[in-house]
């Protein structure tokens, strides 16, 4: 019960995580789970798939194809509507870090 209620709570912080890189450049399935992995989320790409598909069909990310390492592979970018999310998300992160750190 509480990893289920932990898990919908982090899915917040890891889509936030998520439009943080990708606005700062392309980003990829596997390399956005190791990077996960070093802050602690324990996800594999059977999970994040989900979270990129639903990202993008809300318009926060959109997602090109290239060549590389001898395969095709999906690249996320932020939006600009993901770009103001993040904004958004950074300054609500503030506020509430700063009352409970209280």
């Known amino acids: 019960m509480e990893d289920k209620i932990l898990r919908k709570l982090f899915l917040g912080f890891i889509q936030i995580h998520i439009l943080h890189h990708a606005k700062e450049e392309p980003i990829y399935g596997a390399w956005m ?3 996960l992995m070093e802050h602690g989320y324990t996800m594999s790409s059977g999970t994040l798939y989900p979270i990129l598909h ?6 926060l990310i959109t ?6 390492e001898g395969k095709i592979r999906k690249y996320y970018s932020a ?3 993901g770009i103001h ?4 998300a950074r300054k609500k992160a503030g ?6 750190n209280d």
């Open 95 to 100: 506020e509430l870090m700063n009352e409970i």
């Open 33 to 35: 789970v190791q990077e």
């Open 54 to 59: 639903s990202m993008e069909k809300d318009g």
């Open 63 to 68: 997602k090109h194809e290239q060549l590389a």
């Open 79 to 81: 939006t600009s509507k």
């Open 85 to 88: 999310v993040l904004k958004e």
